[in-house]
């Protein structure tokens, strides 16, 4: 299954991706609004140790998003958490280069992902962890049919507060 359409296409992670990862972990403008763990820049080194971590585990996997058109890497999406028996998975996206932010890149990738789950993982259910004060990315999930489950209150500490987390989830069409 190709997973690409007529303006991105999503690629498995490799080694030469983590400068982008370190970069867009570093850059604490992206990563308050995408991490749910506590903000501490990265080496390169740590960010090696982490994708090569993340290799071992079987219940995630990373894509990086490219730009059909120049070729660009501009985010990437993952999955974790797969789990077989209830057919679900989390998923997660991140524009990091800023310049595409707000056209329409994250919800290609979301709906090739959700293409994929569905049809290569069975996957029947898909959720999602957005920080309350991620209005961009709780519209994009809105937009792209998925609903609120329930929201944790206080739950992440950024930035001096916490924050609630909003859980949302959509069932994938033809999946029940």
Known sequence: ?????EMIRLRVMEEQDIQHICSWHNDYATTRMTTLSTFIPRTLDEELNWFRRKLADETCRYFMIEELDTG????????????????????SVVIGDCSYRGKGMAAQALQLMESFAENELNVRKITVQILAFNEPSLRLFSRQGYTIEGE?????????????????????????
């Open 72 to 91: 660009q890497t501009i985010g990437f999406i993952s999955y974790s958490g797969l789990d077989y028996r209830n057919r679900k998975v989390l998923l």
């Open 152 to 176: 944790l209150k206080k739950e992440i500490y950024r930035e001096g507060a916490y924050h609630d987390l909003v859980i949302l989830s959509k069932f994938i069409e033809g999946s029940c």
């Open 1 to 5: 299954m190709l997973l690409a359409n």
